[in-house]
């Protein structure tokens, strides 16, 4: 059975940094991605990254901010998160596709496969 499962998650002050963790099990896949989903909101994307080459792509919002990497021993997939904004607060979950080409890098039905989510919050 193929699961996704974030860790990392938790409750960071303004300027802080995190790292979450999405842990593959059962297969890797192409592309995953890392979105976000704050109360009341859409769910938006926020970096993707290939598996194989390491292509990453990232929202302008977390540009320069966050980093999208892989382990490919551990089948993980990390997001750093620095320099963090009571903006960032928001359920964040990680997803894959299949393949790495995809309709569209930030639309979140490109991804078949989610992970449950991980609370991310930032206190001013």
């Known amino acids: 059975q193929v699961q996704l499962v974030e860790s990392g998650g938790g409750l960071v002050q303004v300027g802080g940094s995190l790292r979450l963790s999405c842990a593959t099990s059962?297969?890797?896949?192409?592309?995953y991605a890392w979105f976000r989903q704050a109360p009341g909101k859409e769910r938006m994307f926020v970096a993707t990254?290939?598996?194989?080459?390491?292509?990453?792509y990232y929202a302008d919002s977390v540009k320069g901010r966050f980093t999208i990497s892989r382990d490919n021993a551990k089948n993980t997939v990390y997001l750093q998160m620095d320099s963090l904004k009571p903006e960032d607060t928001a359920v964040y979950y990680c997803?894959?596709?299949?393949?790495?080409?995809?309709?569209?890098?930030?639309?979140?039905?490109?991804?078949?496969?989610w992970g449950q989510g991980t609370q991310v919050t930032v206190s001013s």
């Open positions: 990254l290939t598996w194989s080459i390491g292509y990453t």
């Open positions: 059962g297969r890797t896949f192409g592309r």
């Open positions: 997803a894959a596709a299949t393949t790495y080409s995809v309709p569209t890098l930030t639309n979140r039905d490109s991804y078949g496969y």
